[in-house]
């Protein structure tokens, strides 16, 4: 679906390597050392989770802009604050829960940046549109652009399972799991998601006319 083409940003450099042992603890070693109030334990997580999060904003938001220190911020301050609640019900990787809160904060900011958007008006895109004579680039822009949009104003349920599954590529119990609802309501989600956003993609054809 063209939809898992959304972000094509470059790979993440690799984290350096700690030589610690901490860097081998799996998903129950490091909450146990979590609950213990390791010292080590703070800086496992962030190791551990900090690809996929930086990653799964850049893939939803689009872009590494001004404010994407504090959306990893926000990301990682849900993260801790719900495992400090003992919310996070362990059926799934630490990663596949991650991407689903980073999904999440990445979507909120889209819907942001449309009200804002909304509100400034379009001077931006047409100013965008002048400045390129790649036709063929121009249009791939225009079309992620275009899928953002439609996220940004769709059902926030149906637009998080529908990220998290062709975007981010996990399973319909790794989306379950991570949002603690049935595989038949992600399932449900992913397929009402997907015909919403096509819906809304080709009303939005229709009122832009014949390209």
């Keep these: 679906m063209v939809i898992r083409h959304i972000a094509p940003v470059p790979s993440l450099?690799?984290?350096?390597?700690s030589g610690e042992a901490v860097s081998e603890w799996s998903d129950h070693e490091l909450l146990r050392a979590l609950e213990a109030e390791d010292p080590r334990a703070?800086?496992?997580?962030?190791?551990?989770?900090?690809?996929?999060v930086e990653w799964?904003?850049?893939?939803?938001?689009?872009?590494?802009?001004?404010d994407h220190e504090d959306l990893v911020q926000a990301a990682f301050e849900q993260i801790v604050?719900?495992?400090?609640?003992?919310r996070y019900a362990r059926d799934c990787s630490l990663t596949?829960?991650?991407s689903a809160i980073s999904c999440h904060i990445g979507l909120n900011a889209l819907r942001a940046q449309r009200r804002q958007r909304s509100l400034q008006g379009s001077a931006s895109a047409l100013e965008s549109r002048a400045r390129t004579d790649l036709e063929s680039q121009l249009a791939a822009r225009q079309a992620l652009e275009q899928?953002?949009?439609?996220?940004s104003e769709m059902n926030p349920e149906r637009a998080e399972v529908l990220v998290l599954?062709?975007?981010n590529g996990l399973e319909l119990a790794e989306i379950a799991a991570a949002l603690r609802i049935s595989v038949a309501a992600a399932?449900?989600?992913?397929?009402?998601?997907?015909?919403?956003?096509?819906?809304?993609?080709a009303a939005a054809e229709g009122k832009a006319g014949p390209s």
């Design 56 to 66: 799964t904003l850049l893939r939803v938001v689009g872009r590494r802009g001004p």
């Design 42 to 52: 703070g800086h496992a997580l962030y190791d551990r989770l900090i690809r996929v």
């Design 165 to 167: 599954h062709e975007v």
């Design 96 to 98: 596949s829960w991650a």
């Design 13 to 17: 450099p690799a984290l350096a390597p």
């Design 81 to 86: 604050l719900t495992l400090h609640q003992r």
């Design 187 to 201: 399932q449900s989600r992913l397929s009402r998601g997907r015909r919403e956003l096509l819906q809304r993609l």
């Design 147 to 151: 899928i953002r949009a439609q996220l």
